[in-house]
């Protein structure tokens, strides 16, 4: 068992306290992680001549970034969630091949991103636009995010380590860290500022790089000085087939779930843009505002799943309730505010990014229907976090199924009939989320029933 009690909160402090403590700064990490897709398409679409294509080209990139980031998490929480485990159980040779076997995964993941980037961003790219300007935008952005890709890839391994130690804080001064960079570089690469050549989509995807990269640094920092009780060796990185099936076998829902959603985004690029480009742009710059949002529940997500997980080692049965009561809770709560802000800021929020007119009035369209959906998917976010924790990954895995592609690609491409004739009916689309979210959550009670049995 962990002697520290800086290490053992998850098994002493009330779940309440616990999740708060663990879950303010994921849901500030993960939010500031959103924040790098917003604050590239903020300064994009601002870009004197070709912003609003430019933000189209961002739209078509960013499933690919999407699944990026799902790999890399999905693995980071499988991973965090088996360290959790048996750290609870007192196991620590199994904690080091966790760790070894984590960086392994994540060298491989790098190599897929980087050929991928290579060789497979032109043929991704042209089947979703045969506008020559847009699609060399989205063409070179993509690029230099995938070669590029060791921070992000490397980030979501030690971030996830941090976290199920219980040092979430350090996670989010790195993810802080790095955000700021990207910040800081954007004006100056995008415009060309202090003497920096103007690099437009290029100089984004160069921000966001850079920014990623000093995250990895930081986080790798305080892995090494503050997870004392893992001993780093380059021996635990020898592959262990059965540490690596622990680690998907938890974390592959996760990975899924979050590929889903690149899936998901892939197939209503191709859905919208038989409607008009702008409605692609639209829903793409929607997306990832309303991201800011979601990640912030998927970050109390992943302070439930080590916290349950923790004292389902431990055996504390009333604590794995606990842990789901007030996971639920706290996760609907998030999503409860961010729908109140975005049905009574919808129309600033939008402003910022200075779209045009049609287009700004589908955004603003789009937020104020589809964030009508947020409370329901709090619940099954927070249902997937319980899932993972209790290894239910077929569980997971079928929310997921459900709320990001079988309730939404053939709803959506139904609903997009009558807009496709008259794009002013275009906000049918947004009503296939609402349905989605709903159908889901009431498939993820009696799901979550089913897990409770196990118990």
């Known amino acids: 068992m962990m002697n520290n009690e800086e290490n053992n909160i998850m098994g002493t402090l009330p779940i309440p306290k616990v999740l708060l403590k663990m879950g303010i700064p994921m849901v500030v990490s993960m939010m500031i992680q959103a924040l790098y897709n917003i604050v590239d398409s903020a300064f994009i679409s601002n870009m004197a001549g070709d912003g609003e294509n430019a933000l189209n080209a961002l739209t078509l990139a960013f499933p690919v970034q999407m699944l990026m ?54 043929a991704y790219i042209s089947s979703q636009t045969d506008n020559p300007v847009i699609g060399q935008m989205a063409v070179d952005y993509l690029r230099i995010c995938c070669c590029m890709s060791m921070g992000i890839v490397f980030f979501s391994g030690y971030e996830k380590m941090l976290q199920a130690t219980g040092r979430s804080i350090y996670s989010t001064i790195a993810q802080v860290a790095g955000a700021l960079t990207n910040i800081v570089l954007d004006p100056i690469l995008i415009y060309g500022l202090l003497g920096v050549p103007r690099m437009g989509v290029k100089g984004a995807a160069y921000a966001t790089v850079i920014g990623q990269i000093v995250s990895l640094i ?9 997870n004392v009780e893992i001993e780093n060796s380059i021996s635990y990185m020898k592959p262990s087939a059965s540490v690596i099936r622990e680690i998907y076998s938890i974390g592959l829902p996760a990975i899924i779930a979050q590929a889903l959603m690149s899936v998901m985004t892939y197939a209503l690029n191709i859905i919208l843009g038989k409607i008009g480009e702008n409605t692609v742009t639209a829903y793409g710059l929607f997306y990832k505002i309303q991201q800011f949002i ?24 009333s604590r794995v309730f606990a842990g789901m009561k007030w996971g639920l809770i706290y996760s609907c709560g998030i999503m409860f505010l961010g729908m109140v802000i975005l049905e009574v ?13 049609a287009t700004n009035e589908l955004c603003i369209t789009a937020m104020r229907i589809i964030s009508l959906s947020f409370v329901f998917a ?27 592609f079988l309730f939404v ?18 906000w049918l689309v947004w009503l296939t989320f609402p349905f989605a979210e709903l159908v889901s959550m009431l498939i993820g009670i009696g799901l979550l029933k089913r897990v409770i049995k196990k118990l």
């Open 69 to 122: 980031v799902a790999i890399g998490i999905g693995t980071g929480v499988g991973a965090g969630a088996l360290l959790s485990l048996n750290l609870g159980m007192g196991n620590r040779s199994k904690v080091n091949k966790v760790v070894g076997n984590t960086n392994f995964l994540c060298a491989i993941i790098y190599l897929v991103y980087l050929l991928f980037g290579l060789f497979g961003v032109g």
């Open 218 to 226: 930081l986080a790798f920092t305080f892995h090494l000085k503050k």
């Open 294 to 317: 979601l990640f912030a529940a998927f970050g109390m997500r992943d302070a439930i799943t080590p916290v349950i997980s923790y004292n389902y080692g431990r055996g504390e049965k």
């Open 345 to 357: 800021f919808a129309s600033p929020i939008s402003a910022v990014f200075g779209l045009s007119g």
């Open 378 to 404: 709090g619940a099954n976010v927070a249902f997937q976090g319980i899932y993972q924790a209790l290894d239910s990954g077929m569980e997971s895995l079928l929310i997921s199924l459900f709320r990001q």
């Open 409 to 426: 690609v053939p709803v959506a491409y139904v609903l997009a009939i009558p807009a496709m004739a008259d794009p002013s009916k275009t």
